[in-house]
């Protein structure tokens, strides 16, 4: 979706608790207007720091005591996750006179850009800029909460929608609980669409479809050597096609289209379901469907545990963001919390990394609650673990711009960690073949990355000026990739994207430290501890002059010397969309013990379940979205016939 530059929105000090709203008020602990507690120098002051897509531009004014005004001068930000911040951070920052409340959840980036960038301004007027950021405000919780519902679901994302909606179109009472502050600040509504089969969209395009369910059963599972749960699986697909028809029933607008990776369905067979629709318009189509559906959601409100009875679960445990406890009652819960992405814990344990970031910038939401209290309650976990990666090239927890969508506007250095290039783990050995993860970013070039994190892209000055004035598809078809016979499976995909700003972005990362410039190898290794670059790097020539690669068989087209200095090695770490790995369950989503005999009225979904995903990620694009919501529609259809027998 194309962002709208949104700019000079104003909040003044005395209007803001009224702009505020009781919602805000609620998460802030807004009360009567304070001052600061700091002594300015009167005046307005600008500043800029850079959000999650986009530089963010305030302009503050202070009294001798207080801030009384933040306007924003321009921001390229996501227009639906920023109105929040606009709506509720800032005025609270105001009323409050304190730096250091918390984001907006689900929009950690922007919050934090606009939370740095009044700061700064606070420095400039002659404030502590420190002791600013460090002011909190005391949040006093409210009275306990309890609820009597049919189902309980723990998450609202693409597997809790799912979930929540078909439920409540059952007639069955629903409450969902989900930590961001809205349905905008959670990942399965952003997504590009799913993979299906079957479906009225498929069908309704120039010459059908002669996807069938069986030959995508048989590839994913052979694909995956049968280690997911062989009867789900083909239900989901099965059912693939009344998830879908969910989404259009709500009023999706989808489209089936060639992705721009190399997929086994393409053409003829199609399966995977753009969504045209913007983020703002889905946010109301969400909306209004868990409205129709009858479905309660609390936001900012965490689950803690579930409530069992026995074997059998009766219920779930939460906290709302200042700290009230909720009780829910419930005939059925289902867990659909999104994995495990946002603990540095957990991805130890499962991934063996700690190096695994949110593609989406910020800290992700997702810390595997879901998961643990599953186990807790007895549910056994699954063995196979892994990860969706992000796409778009490495990313560095450092970075102040890492590579997180398909922007062109983060820091462009980032693409040397996908584009063919020379790769290097830690020891500056290569440990891939470098074109299968441009190629096949999401597939088979994902599992090495993770293994080897951080890894190195390594360039010399010759391919960064070749990417910054023809960009890698003329460079590489110059070499020989011929996209219109389908030897070069990215293709198209880079044509016309030249990294006009990387000569800039390349001195951000050297300020940032995870870039480093030299004028030989040498020193360029001791950079980095890289002791085996030098060698690497003479071998790795001899495949270049010699057009095979006789390590890893990389395409010629990618066999890049690097010969010409200065010469660049940029640390690259990986990102993902979200992990997978959790439950074991059966083919109707209930959550199994060791025995492998199911729990009653528990069931697990999308990201959380252990028996629908594989690592390394499917290479079948749409196909974690669309086993989010299938398994979501099952769960739901499966605890009604339970709370009905």
Known sequence: ??????????????????????????????????????????????????????????????????????????????????????????????????????????????????????????????????????????????????????????????????????????????????????????????????????????????????????????????????????????????????????????????????????????????????????????????????????????????????????????GVTARKADGTKVTVNAKAVIIASGGYLGNRDLQEKFLKTRKLNAAAGGNSLCTGDGILMANDAGAVLNKTFGYCPCEYGGTNSKASRPAKQDKYDQNLAFKFGLYGNLLVDAEGKRFINEGLLCDYPMSYGSEQIILNAPWYGIVDQAYVDAMSTQGLYEYTIAKGAKPEKGSWFIGNYFKDRILTNLPEDIEEGIREGWLVKADTIEELAEAFGLTDLPETVAKYNEYCDKGVDEQFGTAPWYLSKVEQGPFYAVQCEPSAWSTFGGIRTDDRLRALKPDNTPMQGLYVVGTDNGSLYYSPYYDVPGYCYGLCIDSGYIAAKEAVSYIDE
């Open 1 to 314: 979706m194309a962002n709208r530059e949104i700019s000079r929105r104003s909040f003044l000090k005395g209007t803001a608790a009224a702009g505020l709203g009781l919602a805000a008020s609620h998460l802030f602990g807004a009360g009567v207007l304070a001052e600061s507690g700091f002594t300015f120098k009167p005046g307005k002051y600008q500043a800029t720091a850079y959000g999650n897509l986009s530089y963010v531009t305030v302009e503050c004014e202070f009294s001798e005591t207080a801030l009384t005004g933040v306007e924003i001068i321009s921001q390229n930000e996501t227009p639906i996750l920023f109105s929040q911040v606009q709506d509720q951070l800032i005025p609270a920052i105001i009323e409050n006179q304190a730096g250091g409340l918390d984001a907006v959840t689900g929009a950690t980036n922007s919050s934090r850009a606009v939370k740095e960038a009044i700061a700064d301004c606070v420095a400039q007027a002659g404030g502590d800029k420190e002791a600013w950021l460090a002011k909190t405000i005391t949040v006093e919780a409210g009275a306990d909460e309890t609820y009597d519902v049919d189902v309980a679901v723990i998450g609202c994302g693409a597997a809790g929608f799912m979930a929540s909606i078909t439920a409540g179109q059952q007639g069955k009472k629903v409450l969902t609980l989900e930590k961001a502050g809205s349905v905008a600040g959670v990942n399965g509504i952003k997504v590009s669409g799913p993979f299906a089969v079957d479906t009225s969209v498929l069908h309704a395009r120039e010459g059908g479809t002669t996807l069938e369910v069986e030959e995508v059963f048989q590839h994913v599972m052979n694909y995956t050597h049968w280690t997911p749960n062989p009867a789900l699986m083909h239900r989901c697909l099965e059912e693939s096609k009344n998830s879908v028809e969910q989404l259009v029933g709500i009023g999706y607008d989808m489209m089936e289209a060639n992705f721009r990776f190399e997929t086994p369905f393409f053409e003829e067979k199609g399966g995977f379901h753009l969504i045209k629709n913007p983020l703002d318009e889905r946010v109301t189509l969400w909306e209004k469907a868990l409205a129709d559906a009858g479905v309660e959601v609390l936001y900012n409100t965490t689950a803690t545990g579930l409530i069992m009875d026995g074997d059998k679960a009766v």
